[in-house]
């Protein structure tokens, strides 16, 4: 009993009760701000790993990036990382921080569909798809349950069958192989439903864009409800992200 009482008053408090406004640590990478600074760009774009930086004017994509902060490093008085982990939206354009543009990422509500906060904002289903991921992402995704987070709590539930869901989580590249099962695990989900991306690996290809390996063309097929970047997802992003999708009403 006293081991127990010890355990707890070292572990502390894990709930955390406002996820909306939790902080993060200070080595966390969120939403980059990039000033007017004038650098060698060529060095960065050739530095990235996954074409994340783009040039005229000088960008980096969210969408893209992995966060490994090597442009950072390079460059600090160019580029910064904040621990604003609010980046998730529903516009694949709106991932992409140009420099001199210090504003939050937010989702466009003309964007949402009305069925979203009629359906979903009490209670919202999800079925992880792994499409060739590296359990990272995966990893996070489950951590948004845990006593931490307690995604839960906002009646957002991870569910083992597609036919119990109201919308797909997509983490991974989306190999070849993976293609027909994700067909089929939308196919079975009743309508209607919503499509999330998380993870770089999943809104880009990350650092297998390109590869033969992959067949991303189920995302050409659906309109994609909300993209999570990370790599891998922050819990805070992905919770606050579904709930600013689910919690606007027209
Ligand atoms: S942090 Fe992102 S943009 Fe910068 S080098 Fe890494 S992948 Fe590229």
Known sequence: MINNLKILYHQGKQYIPDVTKAKVPGIFRGRPII?????????????????????????????????????????????????????????RHRLIIKEGVDKPIELNPDEIRKEINACFSGSLKLRQ???????????????????????????????????????????????ENMAEP???????TPDPKIIILAGTDAISGGIFDGSKALNRSFLDKYKIDLYVPGNPIHPLTFINGVLDLIRYKK
Do not use: W
Request: hydrophobic residues 35%; proline residues 5%.
């Open 35 to 91: 000033t007017n600074a004038v650098i060698n760009e060529t060095e960065l774009v050739e530095l990235c790993p996954t074409n994340a930086i783009s040039t005229d004017p000088f960008a980096i994509d969210l969408g893209r990036c992995t966060f490994c902060g090597e442009c950072m490093f390079a460059q600090p008085e160019k580029i910064k990382f904040t621990t604003d982990y609010k980046i998730s939206t529903n516009e």
């Open 129 to 175: 798809v792994s499409a060739a991921g590296d359990n990272s992402c995966e990893l996070e995704l489950n951590a948004c349950s845990n006593v931490n987070f307690d995604m839960g709590r906002f009646g957002i539930e991870f569910v083992a069958s597609p036919r119990h869901a109201d919308g797909l989580v997509i983490t991974g590249p989306i190999s």
């Open 182 to 188: 994700l067909q089929i695990c939308y196919d079975a």
